[in-house]
C-alpha cells in the first residue's frame, strides 16, 4: 500500500512564505510524476504544479513567479515551495504521485492566507 503524507499547511499573512512537503512511503519502484493540486472551498480541484522524475515543471499561470516544486527522488518526497502568497491561494493542498499504471493522493494540507 502506498501513502502520502502532507505537511507544511497553516495560517500565514499575505504576502508571507510556506513550504510544503509530501513524503511517499510503501513499496514504489518508480514514480514517473509527483505534483501539488487545490481545492478551494465550492471550487473543482486544480492543477497547482508538477514536476517530473528528470525534473522538467509545469505550473499554473496563478502561481508562476511566487512558487516552486522540487523533488528529493532518493527520499520519493516531493515539496512545494509558496512566496508571496495571497488569499486567493487559501486551499486543501493534495499531493499526488503517478506510478505506471496508477496514481496516488495524499489527505491533503490547509493552506490559509489572510488579508
Known amino acids: 500500500q502506498v501513502q502520502l503524507v502532507e505537511s507544511g499547511g497553516n495560517l500565514v499573512q499575505a504576502g508571507g512564505s510556506l513550504r510544503l512537503s509530501c513524503a511517499t512511503s510503501g513499496s514504489i519502484l518508480r514514480i514517473n510524476v509527483m505534483g501539488w493540486y487545490r481545492q478551494a472551498p465550492g471550487k473543482q480541484r486544480e492543477l497547482v504544479a508538477i514536476?517530473?522524475?528528470?525534473?522538467?515543471?509545469n505550473y499554473a499561470d496563478s502561481v508562476k513567479g511566487r512558487f516552486t516544486i522540487s523533488r528529493d527522488n532518493a527520499k520519493n518526497t516531493v515539496y512545494l515551495q509558496m512566496n508571496s502568497l495571497k488569499p486567493e491561494d487559501t486551499a486543501v493542498y493534495y499531493c499526488n504521485c503517478k506510478v505506471p499504471g496508477n496514481e496516488y493522493w495524499g489527505q491533503g494540507t490547509q493552506v490559509t492566507v489572510s488579508s
Open positions: 514536476i517530473s522524475s528528470v525534473g522538467s515543471t
